[in-house]
Each structure stands twice: as structure tokens, then as C-alpha cells.
T-cell receptor
Framework: SAVISQKPSRDICQRGTSLTIQCQVD?????MFWYRQQPGQSLTLIAT?????????ESGFVIDKFPISRPNLTFSTLTVSNMSPEDSSIYLC????????????FGSGTRLTVV | AQKITQTQPGMFVQEKEAVTLDCTYD???????LFWYKQPSSGEMIFLIY??????QNATEGRYSLNFQKARKSANLVISASQLGDSAMYFC??????????FGTGTSLTVIP
């Protein structure tokens, strides 16, 4: 399966600021996703990162709040904009890599605290 | 619509004993994949086991096995010979048509020495 490097692993940010999370994969992957996990909750899909085009957002998530880039098949970023304490969560990227269904891999996550 | 249900918010098991974590699912897709992930306190999601909807045999990966009952739409995870390091959150998930995942609410497993 693909190996993902996700940065930063954690951060504490002031409300009103923005944080960009990076996801680097060691091989070209067809699909990349961004998830949010609020404290004590399950994972919720934010969007599918599309290479060379705008991301596809799930209901309840908008581009102005969570802009996503995917310039190539190995890299994507998620920005959490104009943060509030409610944005405090773990953010994870996920990819479908070699191996088909056995190739689903998650990054190590970014633990974000907004104060 | 896709839905994953985990009805056990917390489970306890004695070290070296086996434990079953429940998962039921709902989907109208004829083809789907079912996954189990382990999430330790560090936050990373660790892939444990996968079951395809057309697989005839239950999946096994070391101490992990998946009890797949298609007619009942259940995909329970069985961990044999529990170890202290197995203490974590466990999530059942289903792959959707566009390859995104739908997750259950998770089960917190505590292994008691």
C-alpha cells in the first residue's frame, strides 16, 4: 500500500487564522480524500481531492472554508480557513493506492486545536 | 444511502481472551467493500482487515478475522488472544460507489491485564 506523509502532525492555532495541511504520497494514486474527526466522533468525509480540478465537497462543507488543492497525483493540501474552536478536530487524508481495496491508506492525521 | 452501525460504544476484554466487535451495514449497492480500522490514541487510522461483498470466505489477517454474514448485513470483527496493545478505538467502514468511506461511530476496546 501507499505510504503517506501528512504534516503537521498537530498544531494549536488562534481563532480567525488559517492552517494548511499537506498530504504527500510516495506513489501516484488515483483518488485522495480528506476527512474530519471531531472529538469523540467518527470520521466524516470533507471532500474528494481531484487532480487538476476543483474538489468535490460533501454536504455541509464548502470551498471557502476548506479550500483543497491537488496539483499532481502525489500531493494535496487542505486549508482550514478563518478557524473557530469548533474546527478543533483531527484531519486525515486518505488515498486509494496500488492493491485496489487493499490499498486504502490513511495519513497519520493532523490534530488541530483552535483557541 | 450507505450506513454503518456499531452498537457497542465500549468493550472490555481480558488479556489473551477473544472479543467480537459488532458492525451492521446498509447499502443498496450490489458490490461493496467492508473494512475495519484501529485508531490508537495517537490518532492514526490503521487498516486491519477487508471483506469484499462477493468473497465466499471470511477474511482473516493474523489475529483478526471478519465474521461476514451477508444476509444479515453484518461484518463483525473477531480479535483472538487479545493483547494490551489492542486497546484502541475500532471503526467499521464501507466503501461507497465513488470510493469514499462511510464510517461507523466506533467501539472503544479496553484490554484488561
Amino acid at each position: 500500500s501507499a505510504v503517506i506523509s501528512q504534516k503537521p502532525s498537530r498544531d494549536i492555532c488562534q481563532r480567525g487564522t488559517s492552517l494548511t495541511i499537506q498530504c504527500q504520497v510516495d506513489s501516484q494514486v488515483t483518488m485522495m480524500f480528506w476527512y474530519r474527526q471531531q472529538p469523540g466522533q467518527s470520521l466524516t468525509l470533507i471532500a474528494t481531492a481531484n487532480q487538476g480540478s476543483e474538489a468535490t465537497y460533501e454536504s455541509g462543507f464548502v470551498i471557502d472554508k476548506f479550500p483543497i488543492s491537488r496539483p499532481n497525483l502525489t500531493f494535496s493540501t487542505l486549508t482550514v480557513s478563518n478557524m473557530s474552536p469548533e474546527d478543533s478536530s483531527i484531519y486525515l487524508c486518505s488515498v486509494v493506492g496500488p492493491g485496489g481495496d487493499y490499498g486504502y491508506t490513511f495519513g497519520s492525521g493532523t490534530r488541530l486545536t483552535v483557541v | 444511502a450507505q450506513k454503518i452501525t456499531q452498537t457497542q460504544p465500549g468493550m472490555f476484554v481480558q488479556e489473551k481472551e477473544a472479543v467480537t466487535l459488532d458492525c451492521t451495514y446498509d447499502t443498496s449497492d450490489p458490490s461493496y467493500g467492508l473494512f475495519w480500522y484501529k485508531q490508537p490514541s495517537s490518532g492514526e487510522m490503521i487498516f486491519l482487515i477487508y471483506q469484499g461483498s462477493y468473497d465466499q470466505q471470511n477474511a482473516t489477517e493474523g489475529r483478526y478475522s471478519l465474521n461476514f454474514q451477508k444476509a444479515r448485513k453484518s461484518a463483525n470483527l473477531v480479535i483472538s488472544a487479545s493483547q494490551l496493545g489492542d486497546s484502541a478505538m475500532y471503526f467499521c467502514a464501507m466503501r461507497g460507489r465513488s470510493n469514499q468511506f462511510y464510517f461507523g461511530t466506533g467501539t472503544s476496546l479496553t484490554v484488561i491485564p
